[in-house]
């Protein structure tokens, strides 16, 4: 058994954080700081023809920034180079960044950004997939397209000339904002002599670092990125501190004084990245016993303006577009296409989401039409041990799907409660149905991504015999620095109170990855897991240490070394588990190393006088390596969960011209602890070999499965197939031919 690992040690930083102790960066003050802000385009698209800065206002205390002051490239470097950190001469969004200004009194900045004036001959925009698609404007290079992808597998017109039954659907989902609790911010210190500092609220300190060597001529170790604490990511603090980082650089570079840029509600709301909105649309072959043949799946993303981080999106929603399923014959064709709304990005789940939404919905019209239960024709059609997915990966880890379903189903009164309410809803106003989707998530990045990456991490010995984990990975609240301590002091045997997390600082630790994609725990522990067990060999070499100790033996051995050859540390680079082959043209191979495996089931009732929905009772049942802390586990479950019950039926980004015009926590509904039903959580573990201690990924899984399983209950209450999300009661009274 193991002495930290599966056991709710104390959480890391829990201390700091209840007592108030932990520093924000809002809390930060330094000497002559000023405060910064944005002036932001009011059209969708157009050109800049005049800025104006009114009378009335002393602009010669004002530090100002426009395109023309940076001093290198206007840039924001991701994978594609196409985003600027100010618009120069062409705007092509709402909220687009064309002027910063900074001054020593916060309320004179707010006046100021106010104040400027912005005159832009505005031009023809477009805001949908369709008009995109349709060329309606080209708006980015030749075709609008962003980035596409092709998934074929066997002869798919082959597979529906053989085919009994045809079904087709299409099913949208729209945009979700992340509202994490702590909004965006950043303070920058930055000159020629000293270079650039900053001190952010972060996911990914090393994208913050690739950025700002982009637009100023400095060397590297010029640039030094901390991260904070941060109060929430889920995505929206991937890529998007790259931007904000940029602008306090530009202002403190200008101005020679520190500059703080803290973002409130309204602005991190219409400003920046949301989870992407979807079309998909399905045709599948099934055969007269209830097999898939072939599935056919055209999946489309709107990117936004900007390709930002739309490509790696759409890789995993198109990978994961064919579901847990065995079918032979599979075609995915994917685009992300342009539009002049902000860019879409990161977010939980990024792109599994949408297209698992769709393929969800989609069986449960594939089970009524050819006459079978919706469990019956998912056992009919899952993957087994030595099947191979829609991109040719062999599944190699033992799988068996069938009993997870059944166990769900049972956790929940599945069968029970489908004959009840099929009984007690005809004499109800109050409909009540139940409903699950199945699923799987890649943990780490897609495909040669991590091998490209080549993450480092590291641990330090102290002559006490404290070891130091030395990571860029993050700690957003989802228990980073307690999971990777729990992973070295099991692999060191000593005690979790003796392991601590040095704060992510690209001067102080090496570049272990972006804190995202699922790949902490599985890729991230790994590495630390092996650099933990270096450090120990290093000390059995060296004599200083048996195979077996206690833990005065190991810190008597860290001091001997220390003072014999200096600092004692450890390091770990990727290496891919063996067998794992991805064709980055072909896009065929084995996409992730380890898949987490889940069964989601929801119940609902629906009132028909008003059409709102509740849902009152989740099983979430999920099959996911090995658990390393069960609570944070569980609340990593029970998170996604209530904001995959958001996406489905309560958080609607409302758009006018590209604009979000509810960016305000009064009129953008999130679901509050009233809205969310009890969550019960359980747990297969069947450990990964390539996995610390055989754990794999979990923190993206729990978002994919609610939104179906949702709608698949809501189809089970009132018979009505709705495939659209979010599903407000308007929509749903719309779709029931009320009012």
Sequence with gaps: MFSTVGRPVPRKEGREKVTGESKYVDDLCFP????????????????????????????????????????GDNCVPLIVDDQPYLASEYVNHPEEPVVLLAHPAKYLVEKARNTVRLDIEPLPAIFSIEDSLAKKQIIWGDDNVL?????????????????????????????????????????????PEEGITIWGSMQ???????????????????VRVIQMETGGG????????????????????????????????????????????????????????????????????????????????????????????????????????????????????FGAPQSIFALERHLNTVARTIHLTPDEFRRRNFLRRGDATATGQVIHESLNLEALLDRALDLAGYHAKVKAFAAG?????????????????????????????????????????????????????????????????????????????????????PNSGPTVASRTCMVVGKLVESAAIGLKQTLVKAGLLLEKYSRPQFAGACARYIAQFGPLKS????????????????YRGDAYGAFAWAVYVAEVAVDTTTFEISVNDFVALQEVGRVIHPVLAAGQIEGGVAQGIGYAIFEKVVWQNGRMVN????????????????????FEETPYEYGPLGAKGIGELPIDGPAPAVLNAIENALGLAVNEIPLLPEMLMEEAGVG
């Design 32 to 71: 002559g700081m000023l405060h910064g802000a944005t002036v932001r385009s009011p059209v969708p698209r157009g050109r800049i023809r005049n800025i104006e800065f009114p009378a009335g206002l002393p602009w010669n205390e004002f530090t100002i920034v426009m395109a023309k002051d940076i001093p």
């Design 147 to 191: 980035k596409s992808f092709l998934v074929e597998k066997g002869d798919i017109d082959a597979a529906f000339a053989e085919a009994v039954h045809i079904v087709e659907g299409e099913y949208r989902t729209g945009a979700q904002e992340q509202l994490y609790i702590e909004t965006n911010g950043v303070i920058a210190t930055a000159n």
């Design 204 to 222: 990914c300190p090393f994208y913050i670092h690739k950025a700002l060597l982009k637009a100023f001529p400095l060397a590297p170790e010029k």
């Design 234 to 349: 889920f995505g929206g603090k991937e890529e998007y501190p790259s931007m904000l980082a940029g602008h306090a650089a530009l202002l403190a570079w200008k101005s020679g004084r520190p500059v703080k840029m803290i973002y409130d509600r309204a602005e991190d709301m219409l400003a920046t990245t949301k989870r992407h909105p979807s079309r998909t649309r399905i045709r599948s072959a099934v055969s007269r016993d209830g097999k898939l043949l072939g599935i056919d799946i055209e999946f489309i993303i709107d990117g936004g303006a900007y390709a930002t981080l739309s490509s790696v999106v759409l890789s995993r929603g198109t990978i994961h577009a064919a579901g847990p399923y065995l079918c032979p014959n599979v075609r995915i064709r994917s685009q992300a296409v342009a539009t002049n709304a902000p860019p879409h990005g990161a977010f939980r789940g």
């Design 425 to 509: 809803n005809p004499k109800s106003k109050i409909k009540r149905g139940i409903g699950f989707a199945t699923f799987m998530h890649g943990a780490g990045f897609t495909g040669s991504g991590e091998r490209y990456l080549q993450s480092v991490a590291g641990v330090e010995a102290t002559p006490e015999g404290r070891v130091r984990i030395l990571v860029s990975s993050t700690e957003i609240g989802q228990g980073t620095n307690t999971m990777l301590s729990q992973i070295a002091a099991e692999a060191l045997g000593i005690d979790y109170d003796d392991v601590e997390i040095q704060r992510p600082d690209t001067s102080q630790v």
């Design 571 to 586: 390091y770990s680079q990727y290496q891919a588990p063996p067998g794992i082959y991805w064709d980055d043209d072909a």
């Design 663 to 682: 960016g305000q926590m009064t009129n953008y509904i999130m679901p509050t602890s009233v809205d969310v039903p009890s969550i019960r959580v359980y």
